[in-house]
């Protein structure tokens, strides 16, 4: 009798319902087999990727080939760690993938996604984080926004008591330099309002964005759009969403200089999980620049407001695009190596969590 455990039906449901994506590939490199959850990562199916390469389909491919190779010569099982895998144009993920050669000359590649653990962690972190000095930025701005009202108006009316048109220059530096001061403090609080959603289009937004830079923009740099029309509408208000993604596309504008190019990408994702809330559909918002990159040591700081590396600039236009689309029950992420630098706005598409 056949041991239930050997059922070739029970070992196949075993594998569909994996939660590691496993393939395997023959001598040539070729395509045998791919569970569900690896057609899932790459998002194709087993028809359009059996007996073909991976490296076809998938950027993904030469590495996971070169790692089967690589198991093939050695005949000796291994897992690389931590590796970085665009698994679709643009959508990188880290997995540990572990390597078998099979005695038939198959190799068989096991994936572990790590970025679920990664990710949740560093994203509980960025919104407590944006909490939490947020908090101590209301109180303080309270402080500062009392005293300087007073000031001010001391200033206009010691102003109406002077006639003398050179001490009167006095007054105007106090009263500029106290308007100052209070925009900078508004500017530090960000939002405060509840934003007031109705159903928009993301596409609207991006264009309305796209518009406003490209007459900022210098010739040298190219704005290029990558949209996927399918995305359904989500509930959101629009200026929120616009001064968000304009305060991440200026920055990378900013980087790129007089010669660059800057990419407006959208896709859609299935199960994601938001700061402990699981969607079924979000919608992704890449802004992707050709610029320098950010320094690694900076990476952990730049959602900090007052954060900046710019002579001129206020390090809070990123503080208050985090404020704004965690408002919307998103958040944004940012990812950097020189010459390749992604924001990534994510935005829940139910609408039970939208509006
Ligand atoms: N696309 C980018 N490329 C390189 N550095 C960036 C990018 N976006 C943001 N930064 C860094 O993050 C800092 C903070 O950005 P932000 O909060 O918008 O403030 P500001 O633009 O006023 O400096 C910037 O000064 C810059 O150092
Ligand atoms: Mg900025």
Same mark, same amino acid.
Not at 96 to 108: E, H, K, Q, R
Not at 109 to 118: C, F, I, K, T, V
Not at 170 to 185: G, N
Not at 284 to 296: A, F
């Given at each position: 009798m056949v041991p239930t455990d050997t059922n070739p039906a029970l070992v196949q449901r075993v594998i569909e319902n994996l939660s590691s994506a496993v393939l395997l590939m023959d001598e040539s490199l070729c395509v045998r087999?791919?569970?569900?959850?690896?057609?899932?990562?790459?998002?194709?199916?087993?028809?359009?990727?059996?007996?073909?390469? $991976?490296?076809?389909?998938?950027?993904?491919?030469?590495?996971?080939?070169?790692?089967?190779?690589?198991?093939?010569?050695? =005949?000796?099982?291994?897992?690389?760690?931590?590796?970085?895998?665009?698994?679709?144009?643009?959508?990188?993920?880290?997995?540990?993938?572990?390597?078998?050669?099979?005695?038939?000359?198959?190799?068989?590649?096991?994936?572990?996604?790590?970025?679920?653990? $990664?990710?949740?962690?560093?994203?509980?972190?960025? !919104?407590?984080?944006?909490?939490?000095?947020?908090? +101590?930025?209301?109180? $303080?701005?309270?402080?500062?926004?009392?005293? $300087?009202?007073?000031?001010? =108006?001391?200033?206009?009316?010691l102003e109406r008591e002077l006639n003398d048109v050179e001490l009167k220059e006095?007054?105007?530096? !106090?009263?500029?330099?106290?308007?100052?001061?209070?925009?900078?403090?508004n500017g530090m609080l960000g939002p405060n309002s509840r934003p007031n959603k109705r159903k928009i289009n993301i596409h609207e937004i991006l264009e309305r964005v796209r518009q406003l830079v490209e007459a900022e923009a210098p010739s040298g740099v190219t704005i290029e759009r990558d949209y996927d029309p399918s995305i359904p509408p989500l509930m959101a208000e629009s200026n929120q969403l616009i001064q968000a993604t304009l305060n991440i596309v200026r920055n990378a504008l900013q980087a790129v200089g007089e010669v660059g190019r800057i990419t407006l990408r959208t896709r859609t994702q299935r199960q994601f999980t938001i700061s402990d809330v699981?969607?079924?559909?979000?919608?992704?918002?890449?802004?992707?620049?050709? =610029?320098? =990159? !950010?320094?690694?040591?900076?990476?952990?700081?730049i959602f900090y407001p007052m954060v900046t590396s710019r002579p001129e600039g206020t390090g809070l236009g990123l503080s208050i695009a985090q404020t704004l689309v965690n408002q919307h029950g998103g958040l944004i992420e940012c990812w950097s190596e020189p010459g390749h630098t992604?924001?990534?706005?994510? +935005?829940p598409l139910e609408r039970e969590n939208g509006g």
């Open positions: 087999f791919i569970n569900p959850a690896a057609q899932a990562l790459f998002a194709i199916s087993t028809r359009q990727v059996t007996g073909q390469k $991976l490296s076809a389909i998938s950027p993904a491919g030469k590495l996971l080939e070169r790692a089967a190779q690589q198991g093939l010569e050695s =005949g000796e099982a291994f897992t690389e760690r931590e590796r970085r895998l665009e698994v679709s144009v643009g959508r990188y993920i880290t997995v540990d993938v572990a390597v078998t050669p099979l005695t038939d000359g198959d190799v068989l590649l096991e994936l572990a996604h790590l970025d679920r653990r $990664l990710r949740i962690t560093r994203e509980q972190h960025l !919104i407590s984080q944006n909490q939490a000095t947020r908090h +101590l930025l209301r109180g $303080l701005a309270h402080e500062i926004k009392n005293p $300087l009202g007073g000031l001010r =108006g001391a200033a206009q009316l006095y007054t105007q530096v !106090i009263i500029k330099e106290a308007d100052r001061l209070r925009t900078l403090v699981t969607h079924k559909l979000v919608a992704r918002i890449d802004i992707v620049d050709s =610029g320098p =990159g !950010i320094p690694p040591e900076m990476m952990d700081r992604v924001f990534t706005i994510w +935005l």
